[in-house]
């Protein structure tokens, strides 16, 4: 079972960048895609991004895309999430997410999630 624990949330204001961290503790890391999922309060938690395993391909949320960069660094066995111009509606609780089949394109390809990290947007 992996575990996966997530850092770098917080509180700012509309157009400002934050750079999600995610631990992965899994010596198979390099196997699995990865991905970030994110629930807003009395929403269904919705997928933002997935990165294949080795990060070749990515896939964003048309909501996200051309704002939010998925990497990873497979030494470190990290993974992260840039977002720039962030937006009020960005504003949700972040997770981390593996998928050990290295699918990485929609919300049901992912197996395990880590605790979240709150990211909050004020205008």
């Keep these: 079972q992996v575990q996966l624990v997530e ?35 009395g929403k269904e938690r919705e997928f933002v991004a997935g990165l294949s395993p080795v990060g070749t391909y990515t896939n964003y949320a048309d909501s996200v ?4 960069t998925i990497s990873r660094d497979d030494a470190k066995n990290m993974l992260y999430l840039q977002m720039n111009n962030l937006r009020s509606e960005d504003t949700a609780a972040y997770f981390c997410a593996a998928s050990p089949s290295g699918r990485y394109r929609r919300l049901a390809d992912f197996e395990t999630w880590g605790q979240g990290t709150q990211v909050t947007v004020s205008s």
């Design 7 to 41: 850092s770098g949330g917080g509180l700012v204001q509309t157009g400002a960048s934050l750079k999600l961290s995610c631990a992965v503790a899994k010596y198979t890391f390099d196997r699995y895609a990865m991905g970030w999922l994110r629930q807003a309060p």
């Design 65 to 68: 895309k051309g704002r939010f």
